[in-house]
């Protein structure tokens, strides 16, 4: 007897009601450049749609893929038990650890030594943004270089966590298609001393183009010569050759050079964990005891911004990472994955040159992991979406992972098309 009675405004009334709302003066946001391309493709009816905008693997039916040892170990929880409690603030330490071995390499004198700060992150974008609030309360020189291009979450990152001067350094060299070195080196020596660099582990993003052993030597060259501290996001590890040693070529590098650095890692991609959003942040260190505290700094940034990780995902990259008969099923789908993004690279690329497509398209076969930075122009772009319905960053970027073998002559008669105009 006491309910209130529901009140209905209508016309006038309640065009008045949303012009007084407090949330009147918001703007409307524009679209994710690339989440919003997905958007844009489901939008779309033609049959021959295609969507090589978003970072995920599909198998050859366009289908999203779960490793079968995902699978496996999801099963083996289940008939466990467990529970749902709350995790530590830094996480699930064994998972926490496997990861630092898996990037460092278990034999590495900073994993024995204990000189590896390391906690459990909500994926690449977290385990980031958890080290960018560190930075900004507990490291001094308040400059960020990122290359240009980049992933475009790079550049808002680091703002939001109140580090504000984010400055390009050139990577890329539109004319080669390739990286460009020389001017890479040249502006990263007249860097600002002590600056953060942000360096890409493997199978750069948007690009594609990685540097060579030697030119990675020249790198860790100028960061000790400029006193840069290095940002490693590495996001691909084992998913860009199929080979985890080899993807982690460079972190192993700066960190047998005795380099304190910053690590940002993700099992979305290498793993097929997207949605369960699993990474980890490691900080290296030059001692144990500075370790302890860096570690003890970390955690209260983590509680602030959620309090802790979810258990689910972590559960299961720990028990890939720490049996070993997992981490061989692991390594081997992992190959596969590898091996079919390599497989689409040649295919793409024979269409193109069976179709006398104009240009040298050699870049496609040089380029590494999931992306290929097709060198076409805005205009080429967008004439691939709408006269031929396939999806990709306004930058010309296509992700290979989710092409199909069926898809690749389609592709290459859109590019063909588009770049004679």
């Known amino acids: 007897p006491f309910a209130a009675k529901p009140v209905l405004v209508r016309g006038a009334a309640a065009s008045a009601a949303v012009a007084d709302s407090v949330w009147s003066s918001v703007p409307q946001a524009p679209a994710d450049p690339i989440l919003g391309v997905t958007e844009a493709f489901k939008a779309d ?33 289940l008939e466990e038990g467990g529970n749902k409690e709350y995790l530590p603030i830094q996480g699930d330490s ?13 034999d590495s004198p900073l994993i024995k ?9 909500l994926s690449g974008t977290g385990s980031l943004r958890i080290g960018g609030e560190y930075l900004a309360k507990w490291y001094p020189t ?22 504000e001067d984010v400055r390009l350094y050139t990577y890329y060299d539109p004319a080669t298609r390739g990286l460009n070195y020389d001017k890479m080196i040249a502006e990263l020596k007249a860097a600002d001393e002590g600056a953060v660099v942000l360096l ?23 960061v000790k010569e400029r006193k840069l501290l290095p940002y490693f996001d590495s996001a691909y590890q084992g998913f860009a050759s199929g080979d985890l040693i080899k993807d982690a070529y460079a972190v192993r590098l700066f960190a047998d050079a005795g380099i304190e650095m910053l690590l940002a890692q993700s099992y979305a991609k290498n793993m097929g964990l997207y949605g369960e959003r699993v990474g980890a942040l490691s900080l290296v260190c030059g001692d144990v005891d500075t370790t302890k505290r860096v570690l003890s700094q970390l955690k209260p940034v983590v509680r602030r911004m959620y309090s802790n990780p979810p258990i689910h995902g972590a559960a299961i990259a720990g028990r890939i990472l720490g049996d070993p008969a997992l981490f061989a099923e692991w390594q ?29 398209w050699t870049h496609i076969l040089k380029q590494i992991g999931m992306f290929s930075f097709t060198g076409l122009t805005k205009e080429q772009v967008e004439k691939m979406t709408k006269k031929h319905h396939v999806y990709m960053t306004a930058d010309g970027r296509i ?16 590019i063909d098309d588009c770049v004679r105009g």
């Open 142 to 163: 308040k400059v960020v270089y990122i290359p240009n291009p980049t992933w475009g979450n790079h550049k808002a990152i680091f703002p939001a966590c109140g580090i």
């Open 200 to 222: 890409h582990a493997c199978a750069h993003n948007p690009t594609g183009v990685d540097p060579t052993p030697e030119q990675w030597d020249g790198i860790l060259a100028v």
């Open 113 to 121: 030594e204990g000189r590896v700060a390391t906690v459990q992150c």
């Open 94 to 106: 064994s998972f926490a650890s496997l990861s630092a071995k898996l990037a460092f390499g278990a």
């Open 45 to 77: 009816t033609s049959p021959d749609k295609l969507n090589l905008g978003v970072g995920a693997y599909r198998t050859e039916e366009g289908k999203p893929l779960v490793l079968d040892v995902v699978r496996k170990v999801e099963r083996l929880l």
């Open 332 to 360: 081997s789908e992992l190959q596969g994955m590898a091996d079919r993004i390599l497989l689409m690279r040649q295919k793409l690329y024979d269409e193109l040159v069976a179709l006398g497509t104009p240009g040298d």
């Open 399 to 414: 992700s290979l992972a989710g092409l199909q073998a069926s898809k690749c002559a389609y592709l290459a008669k859109a």
